[in-house]
């Protein structure tokens, strides 16, 4: 795994020209577009977003949904794990969203995917509810979802996290829960 030098990394928005990149970056990480949360269909490279760059190489995003004073987190993928760089790009993304007036943040991930579910808790998240068996459903939708997930673990259930803002956090300083 190269190591991304963090003077290296530019986080910027995705603007409109960037969806045929996006697009591309979800084929080869997400087996293409659509994805399908509780049964809807979302497009990544149409909605808005985070995008981290390495010397020019898309090395991740974070895409989301705008919910009025809402976001749904749709796809954060970092592609060199483990090395500080999607705790960097939640906060910039916390900390905008809280600038502009978002309230809450909230995402779906899957029952196998134990290392967001301890991403997000270590980082204030909580769990807020659970769909069971919603990944049947999901792959009636788009049948190549894979069956089996992290650590061999059936993929089954859609388990959903979420971050309430406070007006003011990002002025006293709550995001830096962020670590
Ligand atoms: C979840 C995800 C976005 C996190 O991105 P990341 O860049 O790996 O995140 P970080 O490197 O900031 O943190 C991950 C872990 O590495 C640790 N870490 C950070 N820098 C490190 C370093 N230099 N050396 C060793 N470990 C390090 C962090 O402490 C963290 O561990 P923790 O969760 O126990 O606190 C990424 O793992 C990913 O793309 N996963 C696959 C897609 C996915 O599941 N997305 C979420 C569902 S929507």
Redesign the pocket.
């Known amino acids: 795994m190269p190591h991304r030098t963090e003077s290296d990394l530019v986080i910027r928005r995705s603007e409109a020209s960037d969806a045929p990149l996006v697009r591309s970056f979800m084929e080869e990480r997400w087996g293409g577009e659509p994805l399908v949360i509780n049964c809807k269909l979302y497009h990544p490279s149409t909605l808005p977003g985070f995008l981290v760059f390495h010397k020019d190489e898309l090395i ?1 995003c974070l895409i989301y949904e705008l919910q009025e004073a809402e976001r749904e ?1 749709i ?4 592609v060199d ?8 790009l939640l906060r910039q993304f916390i900390v905008e969203a809280a600038k502009e007036g978002c309230r809450r943040v909230h ?1 779906m ?1 899957t029952n196998d ?1 134990l ?2 579910l ?2 997000y808790q ?1 980082r204030g998240f909580t769990l807020c509810g659970i769909r069971l068996g919603a990944s049947a459903a999901a792959r009636e939708i788009k049948p190549s979802l894979i069956e089996t997930g992290d650590y061999g673990i059936p993929v089954r259930d859609e388990i959903l996290l979420e971050m309430v803002l406070q007006e003011g956090d990002v002025d006293n300083g709550a995001a830096a829960c962020l ?1």
């Open positions: 991740g987190i796809v954060f993928e970092i794990r483990h090395q500080g760089i999607g705790s960097r995402l991930t995917n290392d967001a301890r991403f270590r670590c």
